[in-house]
């Protein structure tokens, strides 16, 4: 059964930096797409970033480029989203996903997903 483990998140300053890992367990993710979404009060979860298991591809939001990298540390079987410049709009909560698929753009959401991890900028 795959599971998928947030952790990292917390309270910031605006400008600050973050560093979210997501323990994947339960399969061999070698062919998979790992993925960053996240959810805001009151809006839709929206997707953060995407990079394959295998490595290659990134694939990251508008919003977030140049601040936010995302890395796989295969010895560790984890997946880690670097978030730098924070800014008070980032404050959601955090999940971790991961499909068979590759990333193909704005409909695609992946089948396992995370519990969440909250991430909070402060102005």
């Known amino acids: 059964q795959v599971q998928l483990i947030e952790s990292g998140g917390g309270l910031v300053q605006a400008g600050g930096s973050l560093r979210l890992s997501c323990a994947a367990s339960?399969?061999?993710?070698?062919?998979?797409?790992m993925a960053w979404f996240r959810q805001a009060p009151g809006k839709e979860r929206e997707f953060v970033a995407a990079?394959?298991?295998?490595?290659?591809?990134?694939y990251y939001a508008d919003s977030v480029k140049g601040r936010f990298t995302n890395s796989r540390d295969n010895g560790k079987n984890t997946v880690d989203l670097q978030m730098n410049s924070l800014k008070p709009e980032d404050t959601a909560v955090y999940h971790c996903?991961?499909?068979?698929?590759?990333?193909?753009?704005?409909?695609?959401?992946?089948?396992?997903w995370g519990q969440g991890t909250q991430v909070t900028v402060s102005s």
């Open positions: 990079i394959k298991w295998s490595g290659g591809s990134t």
């Open positions: 339960g399969r061999t993710f070698n062919s998979y797409t």
């Open positions: 996903g991961a499909d068979p698929r590759s990333y193909y753009g704005r409909s695609w959401y992946p089948r396992y």
